[in-house]
């Protein structure tokens, strides 16, 4: 079991920042790719970026742009920086981790998830 630890969520105004970090603590992020996924109100959960375990990185199209992962195996931990924020960002942001550290987009693939934090964007 990968224990995945979230923080940094918050209240910003529209064309805020804000930082997510996913924290591992006491385990080894070498072999997963790890995931950010969010859930806007009445929304199912999306996928939203990745990093692979070869630091490779994956944006979904709304988020291009705006959004950066930023992984350290060192320090266990994978952040998403957000930039630009938009209304339409609002949501519980949730990591997860998936072995063998290909990033995939679905959901269902990803065995070891947080317990999410919360990011609302408005005036």
């Known amino acids: 079991q990968l224990p995945l630890v979230e923080s940094g969520g918050g209240l910003v105004q529209p064309g805020g920042s804000l930082r997510l970090s996913c924290a591992a603590p006491?385990?080894?992020?070498?072999?997963?790719?790890i995931g950010w996924f969010r859930q806007g109100p009445g929304k199912e959960r999306e996928w939203v970026s990745c990093s692979t375990n070869g630091f490779s990185t994956r944006y979904a199209d709304s988020v291009k742009g705006r959004f950066t992962i930023l992984r350290d195996n060192a320090k266990k931990t994978v952040n998403l920086q957000m930039n630009n924020l938009k209304p339409e960002d609002t949501g519980v942001y949730y990591c997860?981790?998936?072995?063998?550290?290909?990033?995939?987009?679905?959901?269902?693939?990803?065995?070891?998830w947080g317990q999410g934090t919360q990011v609302t964007v408005s005036s």
């Open positions: 006491g385990f080894s992020l070498d072999d997963y790719a």
């Open positions: 997860a981790g998936r072995s063998g550290g290909v990033c995939l987009q679905h959901r269902t693939l990803y065995d070891h």
